[in-house]
Structures are given as structure tokens and as C-alpha cells.
């Protein structure tokens, strides 16, 4: 991991606000899906969010009742989610190849680094050890085929898998009425579909039925 976060070592300090156009819009809308996708999560239960950054997602989660944890691999970016936090949640410095909490959580996140996963049905399955409810990331399907992903998680022991395309823009704030137009069509089967072969991803929450 150490060649591949270097480029993250210099950026830690308002990452989230270098990264997102519209960090509020964005993470707000990833902290809904990881709520509401798949198994519901509610007030009290554990997020473990793996390659946390500065933990900006926190942000989010907290005013919803959840706690948090925050794992990243960079001293710097560790450093940067603490003093984003203070008291208010916890943050260690770890490799999400090898990272295990000290008891399981309701649920566990990837953000933006599934790719980083030395072996990525290896991963799945340690995150199912000490995973209650429910795995969250997000997934490029020009990148990966959602097929090979899927059979890596049933492997691992998650035979339920719930998909919602994401369509928050990363680099460019927009009007809320078309914001909110854009999150509408994420449950618009063919239009969802189309617009996925050219940009946007899947979040995806995995699960046991």
C-alpha cells in the first residue's frame, strides 16, 4: 500500500473539500445509500469505513445516530480525520488488507479503493468475519464486471447483493433541482443502465439473506 496512497500523503489536509465539488451533496447522498441500501442500518450501529481519508463520510453518518470508525493506511490522512473528528468518533492507521476491528460491526464501507485489495475475494471474506449486516462500496463497471465481483462476494458468504447507480458528480457542484433530478433517475432501469456504460458507478451493499 505505501507506493500506491504516496500520492495521498500531501493532500491529506481538506481532502474532502479538494476531492468533491459539492462534499456536502455528495457524501450526504453516500451516507443515505449506506443507511438505506440493502439491510437498513439505525441509530447506534457501527460503520467501519476502510480507506476512510480525512473521514469527511463521518460527517455524515454521525448526525444520523451511527458511530464511526475510521481506518486508513497514510499517517497523514489518519491525522487529518482526527482533527476533523476530535472525540467524537475513532481513528486508526491501518491497511484494509489487513485490518480487523476489535469486535464486528453492523457494517463496513470502501469507498474509492476497492482496487487497492491484494486479493479481492481474500478481502471480502475477512470483512464477512467481523461484518454483521452488510459490506457497502462502490464499484466503475467499466472497470470491474459486476459479474466477477459478484462471485468473489458469494464466495466470501454474501449471497445477496442490492445495486444502486450513483450519480452524484464528483467534480462539478450542481443546482439543486437538477441534483435532485439526477438521484431520480439512479432507480430509472434503462436510463440508469445507459448512462453507466460512459460514466458513474454502482454503490453496491452485500449482504446474507
Known amino acids: 500500500m505505501k507506493d500506491t496512497t504516496a500520492k495521498y500523503m ?60 475510521g481506518v ?15 472525540d467524537r468518533a475513532r ?29 479481492r475475494r481474500e478481502l471480502f471474506s475477512r470483512i464477512a468475519d467481523f461484518t454483521e449486516r452488510k459490506l457497502v462500496f462502490d464499484l466503475n463497471p467499466r472497470q470491474y464486471r459486476l459479474e466477477d465481483v459478484a462471485v468473489d462476494l458469494e464466495a466470501a458468504g454474501f449471497d445477496a447483493l442490492d445495486l444502486r447507480p450513483f450519480f452524484a458528480p464528483q467534480n462539478v457542484a450542481l443546482p439543486r433541482p437538477l441534483g435532485a433530478a439526477l438521484r431520480a433517475a439512479e432507480r430509472v432501469g434503462p436510463l440508469a443502465r445507459a448512462a453507466l456504460r460512459v460514466r458513474f458507478s454502482y454503490l453496491c451493499a452485500a449482504y446474507r439473506n
Not at 468533491?20 to 455528495?26: I, K, L, N, V
Not at 441509530?43 to 480525512?54: E, F, Q, R
Not at 490522512?77 to 482533527?83: D, F, G, L, W, Y
Open 10 to 69: 500531501d493532500a491529506a489536509a481538506g481532502w474532502s473539500e479538494g476531492q468533491y465539488a459539492d462534499p456536502s451533496g455528495y457524501l450526504g447522498h453516500r451516507a443515505d445509500l449506506i443507511v438505506s441500501l440493502g439491510p437498513r442500518l439505525e441509530p447506534g450501529d457501527t460503520v467501519l469505513d476502510l480507506a476512510c481519508g480525512d473521514a469527511g463520510l463521518a460527517d455524515h453518518l454521525l448526525p444520523r445516530g451511527l458511530l464511526y470508525l
Open 72 to 86: 486508513d493506511a497514510t499517517e497523514p490522512m489518519v491525522a487529518a480525520a482526527r482533527a476533523r473528528l476530535g
Open 91 to 119: 481513528i486508526e492507521l491501518g491497511d484494509l488488507n489487513d485490518y480487523a476491528p476489535t469486535e464486528p460491526v453492523a457494517a463496513t464501507t470502501i469507498f474509492r479503493a476497492i482496487y487497492y485489495a491484494r486479493d
